[in-house]
Nanobody
Framework: VQLQASGGGLVQHGGSLRLSCAAS????????MGWYRQAPGKQRELVAG???????DYADSVQGRFTISRDNAKNMVYLQMNSLKPEDTAVYYC???????????????WGQGTLVTVSS
């Protein structure tokens, strides 16, 4: 299973970006999907998560500005980021729990990361 993230880039303070992440490979079902970020010199932190039933949770720092969504038919997760701030600058990683067959327990996978830079 591979997770491929895309959509990062350079944006001005107050701007918007949309990140996408596609899960591919041998997949029976994708359960929890999430976005994490890691800024220079800081630990990786959860930004937003979404269950297979589309229940969502957000870090306090992005609540009201970011929206996570998913397309179960395409095994994709999205992160719409609005009102971006310089402190949102980080490498963003997608994460997912994937069942490869109906008999296996879910395994956790990480994408390769996509850089988001917000200029002041």
């Amino acid at each position: 299973v591979q997770l491929q993230a895309s959509g990062g880039g350079l944006v001005q303070h107050g701007g918007s970006l949309r990140l996408s992440c596609a899960a591919s490979g041998v997949i029976f079902r994708v359960d929890y999907m999430g976005w994490y970020r890691q800024a220079p010199g800081k630990q990786r932190e959860l930004v937003a998560g979404i269950s297979s039933h589309s229940d969502t949770d957000y870090a306090d720092s992005v609540q009201g500005r970011f929206t996570i969504s998913r397309d179960n038919a395409k095994n994709m997760v999205y992160l719409q980021m609005n009102s971006l701030k310089p402190e949102d600058t980080a490498v963003y990683y997608c994460n997912a729990d994937v069942k490869e067959t109906r008999f296996n327990s879910p395994k956790n996978y990480w994408g390769q990361g996509t850089l988001v830079t917000v200029s002041s």
